[in-house]
């Protein structure tokens, strides 16, 4: 089977710009999570997705939003971009709820905010 | 380039050697735990997972112990080869999302 995949893999975008990132869970899994990833913060949970529906959520802004599609394919967005938003955004999906399930991780998207 | 960031603690093995990194969770409320190992440009690779009824389980050349009384975790792996350098975190799940730990960057001397 294929891994999880994130593309873009690297975006460079200025201040006050909005990005969209996508994911593709492995097949056949449900639930797609979103990470991000800073040397200041270490890994931190964005939201987690299951069936369309977000069904957690960490402590981000509202800038930070996302979404799932019935073939479960995940995006997030951030809007009015900040220099602070510069990380690597990582997609984990899980087989079934990840309450029970390993998450496994993509390779992430790298990005820069200028 | 990078800001200056965590100062991730840093365990330096000989090859060959066995390596112990350990892990303070914070919840007690968190029954599933799992360990990843990032290498630079990668995203995390899960290792081995344990759950809250259970405080060993063992993989290939590496094993997890899990105290929860004193809420520790750690990994243990067997004749550490230079492949296993990078950074190793430890994640804990109350209720579907993880909490990771800081991370620590296991260095193989060959």
């Known amino acids: 089977k294929a891994g999880v995949t994130q593309t873009p893999r690297y975006l460079i975008k200025t201040r006050g710009q909005q990005v969209t990132l996508s994911c593709s869970p492995i097949s056949g899994h449900r639930s797609v999570s979103w990470y991000q990833q800073t040397p200041g913060q270490g890994l931190q949970f964005l939201f987690e997705?299951?069936?369309?529906?977000?069904?957690n959520k960490g402590n981000f802004p509202g800038r930070f939003s996302g979404r799932q599609f019935s073939n479960s394919r995940s995006e997030m967005n951030v809007s009015t971009l900040e220099l602070g938003d510069s990380a690597l955004y990582l997609c984990a999906s899980s087989p079934t709820d990840p309450r029970t399930g390993t998450q496994y991780f993509g390779p992430g998207t790298r990005l820069t905010v200028l | 380039g990078e800001s200056v960031g965590l100062h991730l603690p840093t365990l330096s093995v000989q090859e060959g050697d066995n390596s112990i990194i350990n892990c303070a969770y914070s919840n007690s409320a968190s029954d599933y735990f799992i360990w990843y190992k990032q290498e630079s440009g990668k995203g995390p690779q899960f290792i081995i997972d344990?759950?809250?009824?259970?405080d060993k389980r063992q993989g290939q050349r590496v094993t997890v112990l899990l105290n929860k009384t004193v809420k520790h975790l750690s990994l243990q792996i067997a004749a550490t080869q230079p492949g296993d350098s990078a950074v190793y975190f430890c994640?804990?799940?109350?209720?579907?999302?993880?909490?990771f730990g800081q991370g620590t960057e296991l260095s193989v001397k060959p």
């Open positions: 344990i759950r809250s009824n259970m």
């Open positions: 997705y299951f069936s369309e529906t977000q069904r």
């Open positions: 994640a804990e799940s109350p209720g579907g999302k993880l909490i």
